[in-house]
């Protein structure tokens, strides 16, 4: 089945640095998003990249995904504390009227001030 | 900014009883859904739910779930009888026009089973 896995696991950058986060998958998605959450709240959409796109870039956000590799990446430019949160890939299927989505386990991003 | 609501933030149960989480999606979505996260774990789907039927579910999603929209605006997840394992975070999302388009994500019940 499709999975989003990201890496690295963990990420700490000082405030003001690029942060990359990747993901990869194993079966064909219609789509790679990505959402946030912060401590033991709910989850943020932040954006929706489909299958046939490469690139997305929204305020501070730049995302790409290559589906030859079955690889996506997030990329939060000039980082600020308040990013400081859990980063989550999650991937939407291709068939079905209702695609639920799969989500990795997530990325721990710290960003010192 | 319209978003989805959920009651309610933690509920605290035993073993065996029945819980009802509650939802209210987004007024003009038309695709709900029903996810899990234990704690330290990846978020897990559970079901989907468009014109008043389950799309799809998890093997997660036994015969001890149900979903339903009693009205217009609520959809609700019941556990009928709580086990442990239950204990987790349950997320209620909506989606205006389904694959291939944004979920939206409620805060979350916390639901405590002892």
């Known amino acids: 089945s499709q999975q989003g896995e990201e890496d690295p696991q963990a990420l700490s950058i000082q405030e003001g640095e690029n942060a990359t986060m990747n993901c990869s998958y194993k079966?064909?998605?219609?789509?790679l998003q990505w959402y946030r959450q912060n401590s033991g709240r709910g989850l943020v959409h932040l954006i929706l990249?489909?299958?046939?796109?490469r690139e997305k870039h929204s305020g501070r956000l730049r995302v790409t995904l290559d589906t030859s590799k079955k690889s996506g990446s997030l990329l939060i430019t000039a980082s600020r504390a308040a990013d400081t949160a859990s980063y989550f890939c999650?991937?939407?299927?291709?068939?079905?009227?209702?695609?639920?989505?799969?989500f990795g386990k997530g990325i721990t991003l710290s960003v010192r001030p | 900014e319209p978003e989805v609501t959920q009651t309610p933030s933690h509920q605290v149960t035993q073993m065996g009883q029945e819980v009802i989480l509650r939802c209210v999606p987004i007024?003009?979505?038309?695709?709900f859904y029903w996810y899990r996260q234990i704690l330290g774990q990846k978020v897990e789907f559970l079901v989907s739910?468009?014109?008043?039927?389950?799309?799809?579910k998890s093997e997660i999603f036994d015969d001890q779930f149900s979903v339903e929209r009693p009205d217009g605006s609520n959809f609700t997840l019941k556990i009928r009888s709580t086990k442990l394992e239950d204990s987790a975070m349950y997320f209620c999302?909506?989606?205006?026009?389904?694959?291939?388009?944004?979920?939206?994500f409620g805060p979350g019940t916390r639901l405590t089973v002892t």
């Open positions: 079966t064909s998605i219609n789509n």
């Open positions: 999302a909506s989606s205006a026009q389904g694959a291939g388009y944004e979920q939206y």
């Open positions: 990249i489909r299958s046939n796109e």
């Open positions: 999650a991937t939407g299927g291709i068939t079905g009227a209702n695609s639920k989505l799969t």
């Open positions: 007024s003009n979505h038309l695709y």
């Open positions: 739910f468009y014109n008043n039927e389950i799309s799809e």
